[in-house]
């Protein structure tokens, strides 16, 4: 068997739930850490870019209207056939981080222990980040956490599944749908996390994943009018305070995670925090 | 219309002084910026020479601030900062008469809002805040969530002191220290409120306040050594101040403009919905970011409720903001004035219909009689633009979801209104809308235990309740 000729898988975008090649019909070639050509990808383009917040957009309302159990059951999933991709996962890290494979297991692994624990989280955040407020006056006030809207990720350049899991993750165990743009050089473990999430149950559209140079896309999702948030975890130190000035034109809330934010260490709230917005209702009582 | 005798509170309560000095490093200062006359909006008489900061005030103030925040507020127990923001509180209290006044004085407010609204409210965040100072351990940012460091504080003239102290309570519970920049046409309260701080023992250079106008604003949020920035004001200068803060690594939150859908179903009780509809929008001149200023109400009961809404609207009380009678107060600047008429004179040029009562208007001062708005389309400037001002329009929509689609069609996200009697439909459509407060069978309440701030281009963060700690906590 050993001279089988393998069957060679195109890598393509991620957007509406289908995998469209990038509108635009450009690829660029993906290398393993030494310089050896792996694949082509999409090249992803401004188009790609609006298509995917469309779809972001369209998929927001019933993603965020789903119960909090509910959604929870559906990451959970994820992590269900993330775990039976295991062994790819851990080769395409290895090969695309360069690493050596006893650490992309533990890379792995910690992806997917990190999935489940966001997983977990989308039934407490409400009961840990809301409240019953004691106001001076004959009215009932409660505050509750809801999603910010549609969430742009330009995820870690670096750390190609489990940074890629740590970013994505905190925004939808929330209700926000995202419009991801990958690691540059290192893409492919995410157009394979991307066949997961369209192997589960998420629906089209809550994650889309687009493939390219961050550099020429994230300033077309800075300034878009639809995007409500962004993540600037991934993007390169020279556009940074650009993406910044885009976004102060719809009032984004943006995240200013470092590139070098070491993903292997236990997560706290503030990615989940920082996509969310806090909803006060009041209403009076009396008889 | 009942006649009233007037019933005008003295004017002497407000201790007004010919002048004013900026407040920094634990001292009364003159300012080297050019000073500023601060005028009675309900008179146009001059009140005040108030002097103001230039950009080198602006930075000895924020160097005071950040002396005081290494060398003894950042290493102060909670509990002792507690008790500092305890008599804080406590003073607002005890100086209330003197500072309702005075805030009727300068801004224009009717005197019931500020004697009942602003002054108590200032002194309840002081009073809320004081007590999570030594508590923040609790608040679920982890064991020893930390101060950010010196806060930049620009805020708006609408609620002049209420604003300060929104401002300046959480800012320093947290362990931080304050540069507070006041409006430049209410500055007045913000120095009372610099008084009460200096005979309330604080240290040197904890708050310190400096008038000015948009240029103080912009030196301030852009100095270096500032940690954050808080802004109360338009989404227009919100976005330039984020856009300036681009690329530091500052902490920002905006409360910004709004253009609050207060959405009456049929089978409200319309006595009841008319009152809160008249809170929503003639509240404080309806310079509110968070007023009602887009009635949206069921088609079929629309004629009834609007032609009630026309006789209460017609008993409002508009003229000396010092009368206990008034209702409804002065515009707080020429320019205001002169931006609601000409929204209103885009609105009738758009084709919507124009109501506005027949009350009598003072000779004097910038008055701008109750308006309200029927025949208005979405696409119409004054159904999409914040008029802050008292003036109402009306839309009409036949179903819940379209009510919904109505009240989120605008950029901004601040606040709501819903009026039904059906508890289900309540908290259906307070779900569904994108608004950081909604108000069911109510408008306009404010509580520090509340966490108060809008979605989309009305801001982010949140000011008031636990979640309120996060914009000066470093978490």
Not at chain 2, 240 to 261: D, F
Request: proline share 6%.
């Amino acid at each position: 068997m050993s001279d089988r000729i393998t069957v060679a898988k195109t890598y393509k975008l991620y957007i509406g739930g289908k995998f469209p090649r990038s509108e635009s019909g450009r690829s660029y070639p993906v290398t393993d850490a030494k310089g050896t050509f792996l694949a082509n990808a999409a090249q992803g383009s401004r188009k790609d870019a609006r298509d995917a917040v469309s779809a972001a957009r369209k998929a927001f309302a019933g993603w965020s209207g789903t119960t909090a159990y509910n959604r929870g059951q559906v990451l959970y999933r994820v992590a269900e056939v993330l775990e039976g991709r295991r062994e790819q996962f851990i080769a395409e890290v290895a090969t695309s981080e360069g690493v050596p494979a006893k650490k992309a297991q533990s890379l792995v692994d910690t992806a997917i222990d990190r999935w489940v624990w966001y997983a977990g989280w989308t039934d407490k955040i409400a009961a840990v980040l809301g409240s019953s407020n004691p106001v001076a006056g004959p009215y009932f006030s409660f505050s509750t956490p809801e999603p910010t809207g549609v969430v742009a990720v330009l995820a870690p350049q670096q750390s190609s599944l489990l940074g890629l899991i740590s970013v994505i993750a905190p925004v939808i165990a929330s209700g926000n749908t995202c419009v991801v743009i990958t690691s540059q050089d290192r893409p492919l473990p995410a157009i394979t996390l991307s066949e997961v999430l369209a192997t589960s149950d998420v629906p089209g559209g809550v994650v889309n994943i687009i493939t390219g140079r961050t550099a020429e896309i994230a300033p077309w999702l800075a300034s878009h009018g639809d995007v409500n948030a962004l993540d600037l975890t991934g993007a390169p130190e020279s556009i940074r305070a650009d993406l910044e000035r885009s976004a102060a034109g719809t009032v984004k809330r943006v995240l200013r995670n470092k590139p070098s934010e070491d993903f292997t260490v236990t997560p706290d709230m503030s990615r989940l925090r920082a996509f969310l917005e806090t909803k006060t209702v009041w209403h009076p009582m009396g008889v | 219309m009942w006649e009233y005798a007037p019933a005008p509170e003295s004017r002497d309560i407000a201790n007004l002084k010919p002048s004013y000095k900026m407040f920094v490093d634990g001292k009364f200062v003159e300012g080297t910026g050019e000073p500023l006359k601060t005028i009675n909006p309900a008179t146009e008489e001059v009140l005040a020479e108030v002097s103001t900061a230039s950009q080198s005030d602006v930075d000895i103030a924020v160097k005071a601030a950040r002396r005081a925040y290494d060398r003894v507020w950042s290493k102060m127990p909670g509990s002792e900062r507690a008790k500092y923001i305890y008599r804080i509180a406590r003073q607002i209290q005890e100086r209330g008469r003197e500072l309702a006044v005075l805030e009727s004085l300068d801004n224009g407010k009717p005197i019931k809002e500020s004697r009942d609204v602003d002054v108590p409210t200032a002194a309840s965040h002081f009073f809320y805040h004081a007590g999570w100072a030594d508590k923040l351990g609790y608040a679920g940012y982890g064991p020893d969530p930390k101060p950010l460091g010196v806060a930049g504080q620009v805020i708006p003239w609408n609620f002049p002191l209420l604003m300060a102290a929104w401002k300046i309570a959480p800012a320093l519970a947290c362990g931080n220290t304050v540069v507070l920049k006041p409006a430049e046409t209410t500055p007045l309260t913000a120095l009372v409120l610099a008084d009460i701080i200096q005979q309330c023992d604080l240290p040197p250079g904890v708050v310190n306040i400096i008038p000015g106008a948009g240029d103080v604003g912009a030196a301030l949020v852009g100095h270096a050594d500032v940690d954050k920035v808080a802004f109360t004001g338009s989404t227009d200068v919100g976005k330039v101040i984020q856009g300036q803060l681009a690329g530091t690594s500052k902490k920002l939150t905006l409360e910004l403009g709004g253009k609050a859908a207060n959405i009456v179903f049929d089978d409200a009780p319309l006595d009841q919905a008319v009152e809160g509809i008249v809170n929503g929008i003639f509240f404080n001149q309806g310079h509110v970011c968070c007023a009602g200023s887009r009635l949206l109400v069921q088609e079929s009961i629309a004629d009834e409720l609007v032609e009630k809404l026309h006789a209460r609207v017609s008993t409002l009380r508009v003229g000396d903001p010092l009368d206990k009678n008034t209702d409804v107060g002065a515009i707080n600047s020429r320019e205001q004035l002169a931006k609601i008429k000409e929204l209103t004179e885009s609105a009738e040029a758009e084709g919507a219909t124009r109501w506005t009562s027949s009350c009598p208007l003072p000779d004097k001062g910038f008055f701008f009689a109750p308006t309200v708005f029927s025949g208005v389309s979405q696409a119409m400037r004054i159904a999409r633009e914040e008029i802050f001002g008292p003036v109402l329009s009306v839309l009409t929509f036949r179903t819940p979801e379209e009510a919904v689609a109505k009240a989120n069609n605008t950029p901004y996200g601040l606040s709501a209104g819903v009026w039904t009697e059906k508890g289900s439909r309540i908290l259906w459509m307070a779900q569904r809308m994108r608004a950081g407060v909604v108000w069911s069978n109510t408008f306009n309440r404010f509580d520090p235990t509340a966490p108060f701030g809008g979605y989309q281009e009305s801001g982010f963060g949140r000011e008031g309740g636990r979640t309120g700690l996060e914009a000066y906590l470093d978490v």
